[in-house]
C-alpha cells in the first residue's frame, strides 16, 4: 500500500512539471491556450509553435515585473492574457498543431513545460467553384524567427567563472583581514 501510494505521488509530480492537453475547436472560433500556474518564482514565460520539427517563438515575458510580452515574427496574429494565456482569435485549420508555454524558474526552482495539440474543424463554405493556383509555402516564410536557446556547456562555463571569481575574491578578502590583525597586533606589541 505505502509503495502504490509512493508511485502515486512520483507520477503525480512528473505531471505538475510536463503536460500534454488536447483541445477542439471549431472554425472561428476564439480559442484561449492556457499555460500552467506560473506563480511568483519564474524567469520567462514564453509560448512557441511546433511547424516542421522546429519550434517557432510566438511572444515571451521575460519576466513578471513585464506587463507587455515580446512578439516574434510568427506568421499569425495572436494576442494575450494577464495569466499568460495565449489568445487565438478566429482560429482556422491552418493553426491546428502542436503550442508550448514553457515557464523558466529562477535558480533553485523547477521549469514547467505544457503542451496543448490543438485540433481545429474544417471550415465550411459554400461551394463556389474558383480556379486555384497553386503557391509553394517554405518553413522559412511560417517562422522567419527562431528563438536561439542557450547552449548547457556556455551556462555550464558563465556559473563555473562566478562561482570560480567568487573564491578568488574570499581568497583575497581573508588574506587582506589578516595583514590588517598582524599589523595591528604588532603595533600593539611596540607600544609594549
Not at 47 to 55: L, S
Not at 114 to 128: F, G, I, N
Request: net charge positive.
Amino acid at each position: 500500500m505505502k509503495t502504490m501510494i509512493q508511485t502515486v505521488l512520483v507520477v503525480n509530480l512528473l505531471m505538475l512539471h510536463s503536460a500534454v492537453h488536447s483541445l477542439s475547436a471549431s472554425c472561428q472560433e476564439d480559442v484561449p491556450l492556457r499555460c500552467p500556474e506560473v506563480g511568483s518564482d519564474f524567469v520567462s514565460v514564453t509560448w512557441y509553435k511546433q511547424i516542421d520539427q522546429h519550434k517557432c517563438g510566438i511572444l515571451r515575458w521575460p519576466s513578471k515585473d513585464t506587463s507587455t510580452p515580446t512578439f516574434f515574427k510568427f506568421n499569425r496574429s495572436v494576442h494575450y492574457d494577464q495569466d499568460y494565456s495565449l489568445l487565438i482569435s478566429a482560429v482556422t485549420p491552418a493553426d491546428s498543431g502542436t503550442y508550448e508555454c514553457e515557464v523558466g524558474a529562477k535558480v533553485g526552482g523547477q521549469n514547467k513545460k505544457v503542451e496543448v495539440k490543438l485540433d481545429v474543424s474544417a471550415c465550411v463554405t459554400p461551394a463556389v467553384p474558383t480556379p486555384v493556383t497553386p503557391v509553394p509555402i517554405t518553413t522559412s516564410d511560417l517562422c522567419r524567427l527562431q528563438v536561439q536557446e542557450l547552449p548547457v556547456l556556455w551556462s555550464a562555463v558563465v556559473y563555473g567563472t562566478v562561482g570560480l571569481a567568487k573564491i578568488v575574491l574570499s581568497i583575497i578578502i581573508v588574506l587582506i583581514i589578516r595583514c590588517v590583525q598582524i599589523t595591528s597586533s604588532k603595533r600593539r606589541q611596540q607600544k609594549w
